[in-house]
């Protein structure tokens, strides 16, 4: 057996046109072979998508671009590609692959399909459907391989598979139970179910994608004394004013904000760990750090971890949560260098923050779709 | 008048004096002698500005408010004791 996955998924976000394009891709066959033929038909996707090529070329180049099989002469996999734009207009592609669920207000909205059938090489057509949506606020959009609808065929409760009905199911069940479940336990739920479903042994690849449209989580994100002196007092206003949570990463910031608000901090010493100074707290802020030491750590966790999944309970990790749990997160970057952190004899290196804070909103941008935007004061 | 003499102690955290030697200050309280125990608090503090100023004085604590330079856990235990021994006399 191949321990290689024969589905592919990939998500871009295109900043400029505010979009983001999701594509999941199931290859023909099972391990390397399949893995590559998914990959390949993903990575094409999307790109095409980003350009904005027609569909029907899309779709037609990727047929004729995909390696024939040797055993079964064809090259196949199937794809849905899905792209949004920040109106909130979606369009799906979809060729072969279980539908596209849209579910809305307690039920599974169909809308309007337009099918074409794109020539194939060999001659076999190929329908594609095409279809167009305006989403709404607290629509969710999930999108499965087989491996999902098919989990558990041959058993006596599930002679066909657990099917597009049974996930249906599952789905309403789950949201009316919980109703503002995230998207990634969703998708998490549904792949357990479907594990249970197969005797917790998959037979195929099964993979699951979940798009939960909802009011951006925001967060605020201070480090940094401001260059100016005269802006100390702006910075705590905006902390203090906004709507969302609130990290504050540095020392000196937050003596600045507790002496711009007349909060006191508080550091409680009673959980020792060597590596991190520990967090503080103030009212009204959700999360304070030391800066530079607890930046770096974010960053080396935020680059090795590629889940949401997050065990220890540090200050950096709790950090951590807090941006991985939110949407939409704003950085407020003091740019004052601390001359105490230039001395070269230190024992280990200070990074300049500035740079690290770059680092950061990269990887969160880029692995975790989110949207950062960087102030420097 | 018979009140319990309670000692405060305040030890910064800031990065620099984390690094040069601060993060293990944090287990003073296991490291008090038993004249001592139940009469100390301790606690954090954001950094004082010390490190700022070229003279090496990391990591700094603050005992009763007052400045312990390049503190270590003996040098404020010791410091506490004297503190101690006066408030006795």
Same mark, same amino acid.
Request: proline content about 4%; glycine content about 6%; overall charge negative.
């Given at each position: ?17 505010? @979009? ?91 809308? +309007? ?84 479903? +197969? ?10 994608? !979940? ?8 967060? !605020? ?42 909060? +006191? ?88 923050? @500035? ?23 | ?28 309280? +296991? ?10 608090? !301790? ?47």
């Amino acid at each position: 057996m191949q321990n290689v996955c024969g589905d592919a998924c990939e998500s871009r976000k295109l900043k400029e046109e505010d @979009r983001i394009i999701t594509v999941l891709s199931d290859g023909l066959g099972s391990g390397v072979k399949a893995n590559i033929l998914a990959t390949m038909t993903t990575s094409m996707a999307l790109q095409f998508t980003a350009k904005n090529d027609p569909l029907e070329r899309t779709a037609n180049f990727i047929m004729k671009t995909l390696p024939i099989d040797s055993t079964r002469q064809i090259s196949y996999s199937t794809f849905s590609i899905l792209d949004i734009n920040c109106f909130g207009d979606a369009h799906i592609v979809e060729y072969d692959n279980p539908p596209v669920l849209i579910y809305r207000d307690g039920e599974f909205i169909n809308p +309007d399909q337009l099918s074409q059938t794109v020539n194939r090489t060999d001659d076999i057509p190929a329908n594609v459907h095409y279809s167009t949506l305006k989403l709404q606020k607290e629509d969710r959009i999930i999108m499965v391989s087989d491996g999902i609808t098919q989990s558990g065929m041959g058993h006596v409760r599930t002679p066909f598979g657990w099917g597009l009905d049974g996930l249906k199911a599952f789905i309403k069940e789950s949201i009316t139970n919980q109703t503002n479940i995230s998207a990634k336990q969703l998708a998490r739920k549904i792949i357990s179910r479907a594990k249970v479903n +197969d005797a917790n042994h998959f037979k195929d690849d099964a993979t699951c994608q !979940v798009i939960y449209c909802r009011e951006p989580r925001k967060l !605020v994100l201070a480090s940094g004394p401001p260059y100016h002196k005269n802006c100390d007092a702006m910075l705590a206003e905006r902390i203090d004013s906004f709507q969302g949570k609130k990290v504050v990463c540095g020392g000196t910031t937050s003596k600045i904000i507790s002496r711009e608000l007349k909060r +006191d901090i508080h550091i409680e010493l009673n959980n020792y760990q060597p590596d991190l100074p520990p967090v503080a707290e103030m009212e009204g802020i959700d999360l304070l750090t030391e800066g530079i030491l607890t930046l770096g750590k974010v960053s080396s966790i935020l680059e090795s971890n590629s889940t949401n999944y997050i065990k220890e309970d540090g200050p950096a990790e709790q950090m951590v949560r807090l941006l991985l749990d939110s949407d939409s997160i704003l950085i407020l970057a003091g740019t004052q260098i601390n001359n105490a952190h230039q001395d070269p004899n230190l024992p280990v290196e200070l990074e300049i923050r @500035r740079n690290v804070i770059k680092k950061i909103a990269a990887i969160l941008e880029d692995k975790f779709l989110k949207n950062i935007e960087i102030e420097y004061l | 008048m018979l009140t319990k003499p309670t000692y405060k102690v305040q030890i910064c955290c800031g990065t620099m004096c984390h690094i040069m030697g601060g993060a293990e200050l944090h287990l003073l309280h +296991d490291r008090l002698p038993d004249s001592l125990k139940g009469k100390v608090d !301790v606690e954090g503090l954001t950094c004082m500005g010390k490190c700022n100023t070229g003279k090496n004085e990391h990591p700094c604590a603050l005992v009763n408010g007052e400045v312990i330079e390049n503190a270590s856990i003996q040098k404020i235990i010791t410091k506490l004791l004297t503190t101690h021994t006066n408030d006795l006399l």
